[in-house]
C-alpha cells in the first residue's frame, strides 16, 4: 500500500481547499492508498487574513489523520516538520499549491522531504500565478515550482502558467471534481421555506467569499437592469466580504437595486450550502479572471443552471448553452443572460444539461490522473 502524504488547508481550517484536500484524501483512501493530512496550526497571521475566522465550527471530518503541523511564518517549522514528514517516508507527497505566499514555507518541506526520503513530489496547483498579484510573486512560485518532480493542475489555464516556469517536468490536467460533500440536495420549496423566501419568487445566486476579482460589483451593475426589475429577480448574495464591503454598499445604494438583493453577508456553513443552492433558479459568476472555481463544482454537485464569464477555466466547465451561458466580463451581456434564462424558460433544459456534464467530475478521474504522476 503506498503511503500518500498530502500537504495543505484540511481542518480545523474552512474553505473550498480545505474541502477540496479532505475530499481527495478520501478518494485517495477508496482507491486503497495510506493517506495522512498536513495542515497549518498558522495558516495566515491575522493582518493578512481579511475574514472573521479562519477555522470552522463544523464537526471534524471522520476517519482522517490530520495533523496540525505547519506555520506559514516560520523557518525553523519548515525544517522541523520537513524532517518529521520525511522521517516516515511516505511514497508520494502531494503538495496544495494556490498563493506564492506560501511557497517558502510549502516549497522548502518538500525540498527537504524529497531530499532525504526520496519522496516524489507532485505539486497540486489550483494557481500559479494568483488573481490578485503583488510585487515578487513570480519569483516566490518559482520557488515552489523548483520543489516539485510533476505537477497537476485544474486547468489549461493553469497548466499554461507553470509551463512558463518549468517546461521540462511532467504537467497532466484533471477537471475540478463535484463538490459533494455538503449534503443530498433538498427541493426548492424546503430551501425557500428555511430561507424564509417567497415559494413564487425569482432568485439568482452569487456564493462564496467576495473578493475583488469574482465580479461582485459586475453583478450588482447588471441588477439595475428595468427587464430584471420587471420581471421580479432577486439576487442572493451569501458569502464573507473579504475586505471592501463599505464600498459594495455604497455601489448597491447608488445603482438603487437594494431591494432586489438579499444580502447573506457571512460565512455559510457546511450544512446551510445547500439551502442557497437549493432555493436559486441559477448560479452566477461574474468573475474578472479565473482559473478553475469550486462554486461551479458545488452547482453541479445541486444540478443547478450557471452563468460564467469567459475567463480562465470557466467555459471548459460550464459549456455554454448546455449548463448554462458563458458571457463576457461586461453587466450587460450578464444582465442579457440573466433575462434570457427566465425569459425563454430554459431552467428545465439547462438543468439536464448540468446532469450530463456533471458526469465529467467524478473524483475517480482526478485520482486516475494523480496515478499517471505516481
Known amino acids: 500500500m503506498k503511503k500518500i502524504a498530502l500537504l495543505g488547508p484540511a481542518y480545523p481550517l474552512r474553505g473550498g481547499l480545505a474541502a477540496f484536500n479532505e475530499r481527495l484524501a478520501y478518494a485517495l483512501q477508496a482507491e486503497g492508498y495510506q493517506v495522512t493530512l498536513y495542515t497549518f496550526s498558522l495558516q495566515y497571521p491575522s493582518m493578512l487574513f481579511p475574514g472573521k475566522t479562519q477555522y470552522s465550527d463544523d464537526p471534524a471530518p471522520e476517519n482522517l489523520e490530520i495533523y496540525e503541523w505547519i506555520n506559514s511564518i516560520n523557518p525553523i517549522n519548515w525544517r522541523q516538520v520537513g524532517n518529521k514528514i520525511a522521517k516516515t517516508a511516505p511514497d508520494i507527497l502531494i503538495c496544495a499549491f494556490w498563493l506564492p505566499f506560501m511557497a517558502p514555507c510549502l516549497g522548502t518541506i518538500c525540498h527537504i522531504v524529497r531530499r532525504k526520503a526520496g519522496t516524489r513530489i507532485i505539486g497540486l496547483v489550483h494557481n500559479a500565478i494568483p488573481h490578485e498579484s503583488r510585487p515578487g510573486d513570480d519569483a516566490l512560485a518559482k520557488y515552489f515550482i523548483q520543489s516539485a518532480d510533476a505537477f497537476l ?151 443547478k443552471p450557471m452563468v460564467v464569464t469567459k475567463v480562465g477555466g470557466l467555459p471548459e466547465i460550464v459549456p455554454h448553452d448546455v449548463a448554462g451561458y458563458v458571457t463576457e466580463v461586461d453587466d450587460r451581456a450578464i444582465g442579457n443572460a440573466i433575462v434570457r434564462f427566465y425569459d425563454y424558460a430554459r431552467e428545465a433544459d439547462f438543468i439536464k444539461g448540468v446532469q450530463q456534464e456533471k458526469k465529467r467530475f467524478a473524483w475517480e478521474g482526478l485520482v486516475s490522473r494523480l496515478e499517471e504522476l505516481f
Open 153 to 303: 493542475t485544474l486547468s489549461e489555464s493553469v497548466a499554461n502558467d507553470v509551463r512558463m516556469m518549468d517546461k521540462q517536468k511532467p504537467i497532466v490536467e484533471a477537471m475540478h471534481p463535484i463538490y459533494d460533500s455538503y449534503g443530498e440536495p433538498v427541493t426548492k420549496a424546503v430551501a425557500r421555506q428555511h430561507l424564509g423566501l417567497e415559494q413564487a419568487g425569482k432568485y439568482i445566486l452569487f456564493f462564496g467569499f467576495i473578493r475583488a476579482y469574482k465580479g461582485l460589483d459586475v453583478l450588482i451593475e447588471a441588477m439595475r437592469d428595468s427587464r430584471i426589475r420587471s420581471m421580479g429577480i432577486k439576487l442572493i448574495v451569501a458569502g464573507e466580504f473579504y475586505g471592501g464591503e463599505e464600498q459594495y454598499q455604497q455601489q448597491i445604494d447608488e445603482v438603487g437595486v437594494r431591494d432586489l438583493l438579499i444580502l447573506h453577508n457571512k460565512f455559510i456553513a457546511n450544512d446551510e450550502v445547500r439551502y442557497y443552492f437549493g432555493a436559486a433558479d441559477l448560479v452566477v459568476q461574474p468573475y474578472k479572471t479565473a482559473t478553475q472555481s469550486g462554486i461551479s463544482q458545488i452547482a453541479y454537485h445541486f444540478e
